[in-house]
């Protein structure tokens, strides 16, 4: 349960984040309440998601996965270009997560 809590952290953590980028430095009303929501609900998700997971392997998943997702989110919808540094970048954050995971973090 403590996983699936997890991963709607991440999905309200990377939504709250895409909303900023549409709230126009939060002078629009609409993403920016969706931005505040968003957040809110992503960290008393992630700290459920505690009560089960050590926090080392829940904060290296939920900030590795959404700084990935909002990485690639930016250089699909949001025009944001894609470099060898960012894919590579990407690509640690990857393994990174994975290896804490494989190296007993839990």
Do not use: C
């Amino acid at each position: 349960m403590g996983y699936l809590l997890l991963a709607v952290a991440i999905g309200a953590e990377v939504g709250a984040t895409t909303a900023m980028k549409y709230s126009d430095g939060f002078s629009r009303a609409v993403p920016s309440l969706l931005t505040a929501l968003g957040y809110a609900l992503s960290f008393v998700l992630l700290a459920q998601t505690l009560k089960t997971v050590s926090v080392g392997t829940a904060y290296a998943i939920w900030s590795g996965v959404g700084t990935a997702a909002i990485a690639t989110i930016g250089m699909m919808f949001l025009g944001e270009g894609m470099t060898t540094t960012k894919a590579f970048g990407i690509a640690l954050i990857i393994v990174g997560v994975v290896v804490l995971n494989m190296g007993g973090a839990h």
